[in-house]
T-cell receptor, first 115, second 114 residues
Framework: NAGVTQTPKFQVLKTGQSMTLQCAQD?????MYWYRQDPGMGLRLIYY???????DKGEVPNGYNVSRLNKREFSLRLESAAPSQTSVYFC??????????????FGQGTRLTVV | AQSVAQPEDQVKVAEGNPLTVKCTYS??????LFWYVQYPNRGLQFLLK??????LVKGSYGFEAEFNKSQTSFHLKKPSALVSDSALYFC????????????FGTGTRLQVTL
């Protein structure tokens, strides 16, 4: 099983460039998440989507936009990249309703450097 | 707002000794609690969870955790540490119910020495 797939794995951007991080899950999960991981900060939630067609801001949404394209896919867009957005980005998915199987499954991460 | 505190940035133990990684949480209502492990240059892997029922939960690789509602804690434990347990450990909380987000602590780096 593929689980959660993120692309790309690595990316270098110049300040001001835009890009979209792609995420897809094949577990039929309702909820999907985007986190960023920075040293000493743990994982901070950027945006999440509780179900297809809905998105909500997390702790650090500024500078990002998301799209829940369908149940499988949840993309993260940086419209104008800044050096402060240099980080490792993780996508995750979980099942939130009507089940005890609520643990989140994570992708392998995207290492983004903005110069 | 919900939150997770992992008070120790790093925990060092000798192989064969018991280990504890601490976690306290704050959430409205009843919590779902999780522990994840991250090895270098990898994503997070699920270790164990508390949803309901017994306060002591057992998970992968011999890890267990005890839910203490009065102390709002969910400490991760292992009776006998291995060098291969060395990694970054994250505690996470979510409130029960629909559309609830998952909040992580800042992580604790576990170092197991020979």
């Amino acid at each position: 099983n593929a689980g959660v797939t993120q692309t790309p794995k690595f990316q270098v951007l110049k300040t001001g460039q835009s890009m979209t991080l792609q995420c897809a899950q094949d577990m039929n999960h309702n909820s999907m998440y985007w986190y960023r991981q920075d040293p000493g900060m743990g994982l901070r939630l950027i945006y999440y989507s509780a179900s297809e067609g809905t998105t909500d801001k997390g702790e650090v949404p500024n500078g990002y936009n998301v799209s829940r394209l369908n149940k499988r896919e949840f993309s993260l867009r940086l419209e104008s990249a800044a050096p402060s957005q240099t980080s490792v980005y993780f996508c995750a998915s979980s099942e939130a309703r009507g089940t005890l199987n609520t643990e989140a499954f994570f992708g392998q991460g995207t290492r983004l450097t903005v110069v | 707002a919900q939150s997770v505190a992992q008070p120790e940035d790093q925990v060092k133990v000798a192989e064969g000794n018991p280990l504890t990684v601490k976690c306290t949480y704050s959430v409205s209502g009843n919590p779902y609690l999780f522990w994840y492990v991250q090895y270098p240059n990898r994503g997070l892997q699920f270790l164990l969870k508390y949803i309901t029922g017994d306060n002591l939960v057992k998970g992968s690789y011999g890890f267990e955790a005890e839910f203490n509602k009065s102390q709002t804690s969910f400490h991760l434990k292992k009776p006998s540490a291995l060098v291969s347990d060395s990694a970054l450990y994250f505690c996470a909380v979510r409130a029960t119910g629909t559309a609830s987000k998952l909040t992580f602590g800042t992580g604790t780096r576990l170092q197991v020495t020979l």
